[in-house]
T-cell receptor, first 117, second 112 residues
């Protein structure tokens, strides 16, 4: 149980375009989802916390107009990188929390590798 | 704020060698502690966890004990395999359960 998927797994885009990444909880309802960014050979940095039906809470230094997060349903959160630039190239990982079966554990998606040319 | 410090890698071992990856933390209250593993090109998988002092988490031959007196959660395995090659992350979940703080990650390479 507690499977989280991400789509796409890999995306390459031109500078200036927008890219949408989906995060889905497949077998549970996630009231809270998290978006992380991981640079090569580095740890995960929390970007934002997404609560279903409300605005996301962004960490300090993360541009909310650049990284748009929508959590419209209990099983889907999306991260849109707007007007992407090469410095946005990174590995983006989402996680979801299942408050019913495991309140304090986050289940991670497989990640999306974004390359901006 | 909360923080997690783990030994820098890479750690290179021969198959069947003993493994220890050190992890220490600073936090207020009573955090939960986790070890995650990341295989190349993949996301994170939970390896083991401990939610209170003196708890021992174990999975796939790995184990770690939550030591409040030394604020540590060292990862150990008695005999590593080539398939254990990955990056291991120590993490701390705060009291409120809404913030997961990661260590820098330790790359383990196991040679046949």
């Amino acid at each position: 149980g507690a499977v989280v998927s991400q789509h796409p797994s890999r995306v390459i885009c031109k500078s200036g375009t927008s890219v949408k990444i989906e995060c889905r909880s497949l077998d549970f309802q996630a009231t809270t989802m998290f978006w992380y960014r991981q640079f090569p050979k580095k740890s995960l940095m929390l970007m934002a916390t997404s609560n279903e039906g409300s605005k996301a809470t962004y960490e300090q230094g993360v541009e909310k107009d650049k990284f748009l997060i929508n959590h419209a349903s209990l099983t889907l959160s999306t991260l849109t990188v707007t007007s992407a630039h090469p410095e946005d190239s990174s590995f983006y990982i989402c996680s979801a929390r299942d408050p019913i079966t495991s309140y304090n554990e986050q289940f991670f998606g497989p990640g999306t590798r974004l390359t901006v040319l | 704020g909360d923080s997690v410090t783990q030994m820098e890698g890479p750690v290179t071992l021969s198959e069947e060698a003993c493994l220890t990856i050190n992890c220490t933390y600073t936090a207020t209250g009573y955090p939960s502690l986790f070890w995650y593993v990341q295989y190349p090109g993949e996301g994170l998988q939970l390896l083991l966890k401990a939610t209170k002092a003196d708890d021992k988490g174990s999975n796939k031959g790995f184990e770690a004990t939550y030591r409040k007196e030394t604020t540590s959660f060292h990862l150990e395995k008695g005999s590593v395999q080539v398939s254990d090659s990955a990056v291991y992350f120590c993490a701390l979940l705060n009291n409120a359960g809404n913030m997961l703080t990661f260590g820098g990650g330790t790359r383990l390479m196991v040679k046949p």
